[in-house]
C-alpha cells in the first residue's frame, strides 16, 4: 500500500478557496502555516524523505546551459514549452503537437527511458516546486527534482492534504527536451514538462491522470523565503523524529516511574502543535538533573539516554532559532 493509502497523486488538490479574504500574492504561491510542519508518533517523518541521496541543497537551481552541460547535451537553445491541452489534442504555445493520448505514451517511455544513478555524486538538484491547478493559488502538492549525469531524473512528491509522501523518477529525451516522470509506484501518474521549464521560476506542466484525464497546470518554483522557511522546518522535523525515535528506544527498558519523570511533553507526538520552549526545558532539567548524579549513572551512561538529552538540546536549541510570531492585535471595537 502507497504511504497515505489509496490512489495519492490521482486525487487532484481542491480548487477552492477557504472562506474569508487573504491578501493578494500576485503570481507567488501561498503555502498554508505548517505546510512543511507534520509529524507522526513513532515514525520518522520528513516530506522530502528521498532527496537526501541527491545532495544537502534541494533548493538550489541551474540555468538551461549549467543543467545541460552536467547532462552532456551539445545542444546550445532550449526548446520552449507553453503546454496546454484541448479536446483531447496537446498544444504548445497554441499550435497542435499531437493528441493526448499520443503525447501520454510518448510520455511513459520517456519517463522509462533511463535508469537512475545510485551514487549521490552523479544528481544535480534543480528546486523544489508548488504544481498549482490554473486559479489556485494555495499550494497543496510539491515536487523536489534533482537531474542525473546520464538523464535521469528523481526526487520527491509531497501532498499535504493527505501528507502523502512518495517517490517519483523519469527521465530527459535529449532530441526534444522533453522532461517526464511517473509519481508513485503503484498506479503511477505520469508528469511532463520542459528541460528549460526546470531553469524557470514559473512554467507549465502536463499531467496525465488515470482514465485517460489530462490537464495543464502551473509550475511555479519555491521563492528564497519559503527555502528558508522551509529548510527549516524539516530540519526541525528531522530533529524531532530522531528525538521520539531515540525516546522510545529509551523508554523500552524504563518502569512506569520513570516512563513519567523522563517522558517527552504530549506535544511533541501532535501533528499540529509545537512544543514550547518552557515544556522542553522542563524536561531537559529532569534528564539534566540525574546525569550529574553519580547513584544514577547505570542509566545515565545508556547509550539510548545520553542520545535522548542531546537531542533534547538539540531540538530547544533548534526552536530557539525560530521567528516567533508575535501575538495579534487587540480587536478592533465598534
Avoid: C
Avoid at 522530502?48 to 545542444?75: D, E, L, N
Avoid at 544513478?117 to 534543480?126: F, L, R, T, Y
Avoid at 522510545?248 to 514550547?276: G, H, R, V
Amino acid at each position: 500500500m502507497k504511504p497515505g493509502g489509496g490512489k495519492p497523486p490521482g486525487n487532484r488538490p481542491p480548487g477552492n478557496r477557504p472562506p474569508g479574504n487573504r491578501p493578494g500574492y500576485g503570481n507567488k504561491p501561498y503555502y498554508p502555516p505548517g505546510y512543511w510542519h507534520g509529524h507522526r508518533p513513532g515514525y520518522r517523518y520528513n516530506p522530502y524523505q528521498h532527496y537526501h541521496r541527491y545532495g544537502y541543497r534541494p533548493w538550489a537551481w541551474a540555468t538551461f546551459g549549467g543543467v545541460a552541460a552536467w547532462i552532456g547535451y551539445s545542444a546550445a537553445t532550449p526548446v520552449i514549452y507553453n503546454y496546454s491541452v484541448n479536446d483531447g489534442y496537446v498544444y504548445n504555445d497554441g499550435v497542435q503537437v499531437a493528441s493526448v493520448s499520443e503525447y501520454e505514451t510518448q510520455a511513459d517511455q520517456i519517463a522509462e527511458s533511463v535508469p537512475p544513478p545510485d551514487d549521490a555524486s552523479e544528481w544535480m538538484s534543480v528546486g523544489v516546486f508548488a504544481i498549482l491547478p490554473e486559479g489556485v493559488e494555495e499550494v497543496d502538492v510539491t515536487v523536489q527534482l534533482a537531474v542525473g549525469k546520464n538523464g535521469a531524473v528523481a526526487g520527491t512528491y509531497y501532498k499535504k492534504d493527505g501528507d502523502i509522501t512518495l517517490p517519483l523518477k523519469g527521465a530527459i529525451d535529449e532530441k526534444n527536451q522533453r522532461v517526464a516522470w511517473k509519481v508513485g509506484e503503484e498506479d503511477a501518474i505520469t508528469m511532463e514538462t520542459g528541460l528549460d521549464s526546470l531553469t524557470k521560476d514559473q512554467s507549465k506542466v502536463i499531467i496525465y491522470f488515470s482514465e485517460g484525464v489530462s490537464e495543464t497546470w502551473n509550475m511555479q518554483r519555491i521563492d528564497e523565503e519559503t527555502a528558508k522557511l522551509a529548510q527549516q522546518e524539516i530540519h526541525n522535523e528531522d530533529l524531532k523524529g530522531q528525538l521520539v525515535t531515540s525516546y522510545q528506544e529509551l523508554e523500552s527498558n524504563l518502569d512506569d516511574s520513570w516512563k513519567d519523570y523522563l517522558a517527552l511533553p504530549d506535544s511533541i507526538y501532535s501533528e499540529t502543535a509545537i512544543p514550547t520552549k518552557a515544556e522542553l526545558e522542563t524536561v531537559i532539567k529532569h534528564y539534566q538533573q540525574i546525569q550529574t548524579d553519580s547513584k544514577y549513572q547505570v542509566l545515565t551512561k545508556r547509550p539510548e539516554f545520553q542520545k535522548t538529552y542531546q537531542l533534547l538540546n538539540d531540538y530547544l536549541k533548534d526552536l530557539e532559532q525560530q521567528p516567533e510570531v508575535p501575538a495579534p492585535p487587540p480587536a478592533a471595537t465598534s
